[in-house]
Nanobody, 115 residues
Framework: QVQLVESGGGLVQAGGSLRLSCSTS????????MSWFRQAPGKQRELVANIVSSGHTNYVDSVKGRFTISRDNVKNIVFLEMNSLKPEDTAAYYC?????????WGQGTQVTVSS
């Protein structure tokens, strides 16, 4: 059974950086779209960034210029480089791999940014 395994979360001061990664524990087809979502307490889950297999990326406005999403299509890994972190970036971050026959979610990794 395929599982997504996230890593890289933690506690960081405002202005700091973190790098999240998400990989698969089993074999699966290459995901058409790899995404990062986040959910803060009391708020709805929101899309942070995604990247399609061609390399085209999309970002929510609040992270543009600070976060960078990238992927390794051979290893089926997606990364999220987060710079200039702000307290409002505090949330549980989830990766998602989507394709015509797949829709997998990670278990979430906590990112906490202190002011």
């Amino acid at each position: 059974q395929v599982q997504l395994v996230e890593s890289g979360g933690g506690l960081v001061q405002a202005g700091g950086s973190l790098r999240l990664s998400c990989s698969t524990s089993g074999r699966m087809e290459t995901a058409q779209i790899m995404s990062w979502f986040r959910q803060a307490p009391g708020k709805q889950r929101e899309l942070v960034a995604n990247i399609v297999s061609s390399g085209h990326t999309n970002y929510v406005d609040s992270v543009k210029g600070r976060f960078t999403i990238s992927r390794d299509n051979v290893k089926n890994i997606v990364f999220l480089e987060m710079n200039s972190l702000k307290p409002e970036d505090t949330a549980a971050y989830y990766c998602n791999f989507w394709g015509p026959d797949i829709d997998y979610w990670g278990q979430g990794t906590q990112v906490t940014v202190s002011s």
